[in-house]
């Protein structure tokens, strides 16, 4: 059997979407919006167009959101286009490249929006001389890793589902298993094209555009829409380790889970042995098991090792695995470059092909050095003696950030709108429904829960904390998910850039900054 880390989504299932229905030709809602797009030749879809529930459908079947119109830009001239036409009849506007943002961002977050479909604008291009990799906008990271690997043996740091677009991703963050080693996907832009909400084009790099290329690095949603990422490359490990244990001992009491996680949690610290090759994420699961009527628990370790499998049986699995019970599953394999990233993903393969099903996710940044004994307590007390989990499957992602050698907290905070420098683990919280469950039959009570387990985790903990903005939390307010993304000070500069770049507040969600 294969286990692997972050498989929840597919595990579980998939939905097909609807047949095609409702055709007709010509404007139909919203006509002259329609008119303005169609008389600059500018591509699009309305609700009357025959495969609207192909481009409309949110991958989070939770938040459904129904657009305006989808544009379907082949070219930056098309997005200039489209935005002039949206904010010149009134629309909001938001570019979708992977739409895997959980508040469904990409399609807008609520309904109505012109939603600027970039999946056209997927090449990837690297070039031989300077190793630096050109994105479409559009483009998602199975896609884009390949091309950079196929084209020069190259590898970008990135999340692990090939699905996700570098648009939200690179823009928000970007934490994968590489970044302990190379840093976050925002750290490898170099350099941006982008569209202003007047339509202007522009180049944006440290030299051209400062204020704008600090901007977009954090707060893109708001600021602008990238047409192109020019990115940083590395040369592509020849061998990576992929690395599963499952326990199901470690769940057994609070306790027990609490020494477990502090010896890990030790274990990445020593920097006597671990450095930034090695990276890991602490995984808690939760589900209902239909057959028994109880709870299948498991805590897995899971992570990769760019080395070779003889140094890594050698020096870290005897150190990683003493003082924890025997794992009840594990995998150990070394595979090549891709190999590894594939079976990372959660469909195990790079193509990234849309998952549907609805979810709820929350995050908590735990900065340097990590959680104590009693913040321990408290976030395994909630999942195994707190409220009962409601008919949903539970997944809480312990994602390392820091710990020995790891090159992410090397970042200046300053340099761009991404404050979250000082970060030890990040928790990525996820409840899914099982498959077909729609936002209708998503159990309103368990956002509450897991809104619960993110108060745990922050309740009386010690180190500064925060929330990743990739990881989007729908129950926060606008005020709360500035505070939490950005803070004070990032803020306060962001606002001043809306107000020069967007005064009437075109790129708009429901977290976006306001001038
Ligand atoms: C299954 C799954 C797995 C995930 N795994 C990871 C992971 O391993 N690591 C991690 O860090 N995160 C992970 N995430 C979170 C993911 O990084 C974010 O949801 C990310 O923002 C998605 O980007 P997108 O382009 O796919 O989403 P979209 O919904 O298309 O966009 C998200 C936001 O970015 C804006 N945007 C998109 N493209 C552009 C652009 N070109 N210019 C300007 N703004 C743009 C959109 O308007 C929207 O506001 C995961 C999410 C899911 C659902
Ligand atoms: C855009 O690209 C698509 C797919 O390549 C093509 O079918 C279509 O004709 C193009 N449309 C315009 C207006 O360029
Ligand atoms: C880009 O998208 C088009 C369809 O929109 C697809 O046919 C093509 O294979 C994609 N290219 C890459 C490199 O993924
Ligand atoms: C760190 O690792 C070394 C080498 O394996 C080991 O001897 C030492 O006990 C470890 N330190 C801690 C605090 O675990
Ligand atoms: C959502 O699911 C319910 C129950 O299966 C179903 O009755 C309803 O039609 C669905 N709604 C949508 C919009 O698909
Ligand atoms: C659009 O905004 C940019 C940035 O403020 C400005 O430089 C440019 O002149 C504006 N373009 C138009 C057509 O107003």
């Given at each position: ?16 979407l609807?047949e095609?229905k409702n ?34 459908t ?14 379907l830009?082949?070219?930056s001239?098309?997005?200039s286009?489209?935005v ?24 807008g977050?609520?309904?109505g ?9 997927n ?20 896609p ?9 043996k190259?590898a ?5 589902c090939?699905?996700?677009?570098i648009g ?10 590489t970044?302990r080693?190379?840093g ?15 339509g ?13 290329f ?5 707060a893109a ?14 040369p592509?490990p020849?061998e990576?380790v992929?690395f599963?244990?499952e326990?199901?001992?470690?769940l ?6 609490v020494?477990a996680?502090?010896?890990?949690q030790?274990f ?14 602490l995984?808690?699961?939760v ?5 028994t009527g109880?709870l299948?628990?498991?805590?897995v ?5 760019m ?15 003493r003082?924890l019970p025997?794992?009840?599953k594990?995998?150990v394999?070394?595979?090549d ?30 900065d ?7 913040a321990l ?7 195994l003696?707190?409220p009962?989990?409601?008919p ?24 761009a709108a991404f404050p ?7 928790a990525?919280?996820?409840?899914q ?8 039959g ?7 829960y897991l ?5 745990a985790i922050l ?29 004070e000070?990032?803020l ?5 850039i809306k107000?020069a ?15």
């Amino acid at each position: 059997m294969r286990i692997s880390p972050f498989y929840l989504i597919a595990a579980l299932g998939l939905s097909t979407l609807g047949e095609a229905k409702n055709a007709c030709s010509g404007s139909c809602t919203n006509p002259a919006l329609e008119r303005c797009l169609t008389a600059k030749r500018v591509p699009f879809k309305v609700s009357c167009s025959p495969d609207w529930e192909l481009y409309s459908t949110t991958l989070n079947r939770r938040v459904p959101i129904t657009p305006a119109a989808i544009v379907l830009p082949n070219n930056s001239k098309h997005v200039s286009d489209a935005v002039i036409c949206a904010a010149n009849k009134g629309f909001k506007v938001q570019a979708k490249s992977g739409g895997h943002s959980y508040g469904s961002f990409g399609f807008g977050g609520t309904d109505g929006h012109v939603m600027i479909d970039l999946r056209n604008l997927n090449k990837t291009v690297l070039s031989r001389k300077t190793n630096v990799a050109v994105v479409g906008g559009g483009t998602h990271l199975g896609p884009m890793a390949t091309a950079v690997h196929a084209q020069g043996k190259r590898a970008i740091s990135h999340g692990i589902c090939g699905g996700v677009g570098i648009g939200g991703h690179a823009t928000h963050g970007g934490w994968g298993f590489t970044s302990r080693a190379w840093g976050l996907t925002i750290d490898h832009i170099l350099e941006l094209q982008v569209v202003l909400a007047n339509g202007t084009e522009t180049r944006v790099s440290p030299n051209s555009n400062p204020d704008l290329f600090w901007a977009l690095r954090g707060a893109a949603d708001s600021i602008g829409i990238v047409t192109s990422f020019s990115l940083k490359t590395h040369p592509a490990p020849k061998e990576v380790v992929n690395f599963v244990y499952e326990f199901e001992a470690v769940l057994e009491s609070v306790d027990k889970a609490v020494n477990a996680f502090t010896r890990l949690q030790d274990f990445v610290s020593n920097a006597t042995l671990v450095d930034r090759r090695l990276s890991l994420a602490l995984q808690t699961f939760v589900k209902p098991n239909p057959e028994t009527g109880s709870l299948d628990k498991s805590f897995v370790v899971g992570g990769t090792f760019m080395g070779s499998l003889g140094e890594y049986k050698r020096s870290i699995e005897p150190e990683m695995l003493r003082g924890l019970p025997a794992p009840t599953k594990s995998e150990v394999q070394s595979h090549d470059w891709l190999e590894s990233l594939a079976r990372l993903s959660p469909d195990g393969t790079l193509t990234g092909g849309p998952l549907y099903s609805a979810y709820f996710a929350n995050s908590v940044t735990v900065d340097d050095p990590g959680l104590d004994r009693a913040a321990l307590e408290r976030y395994f007390g909630y999942i195994l003696e707190g409220p009962p989990l409601p008919p949903v499957a539970l997944q809480s992602n312990m994602e390392l950030w820091g710990g020995a050698d790891g090159q992410i907290n090397f970042v200046p905070t300053t340099g761009a709108a991404f404050p979250h420098r000082n970060v030890f683990w990040t928790a990525h919280n996820l409840v899914q429904a099982p498959p077909d469950v729609n936002a209708t039959g998503f159990p309103p009570e368990a956002v509450t829960y897991l809104s619960g387990l993110r108060n745990a985790i922050l309740d009386g903990l010690e180190v500064n904390s925060a929330a990743y903005p990739n990881l989007v939390d729908t129950t926060l307010t606008r005020q709360e998910a500035h505070q939490l993304y950005y803070g004070e000070e990032v803020l306060r500069r962001l606002r001043r850039i809306k107000a020069a770049y967007d005064p009437r507040n075109v790129f708009e969600n429901p977290q976006s900054i306001v001038a």
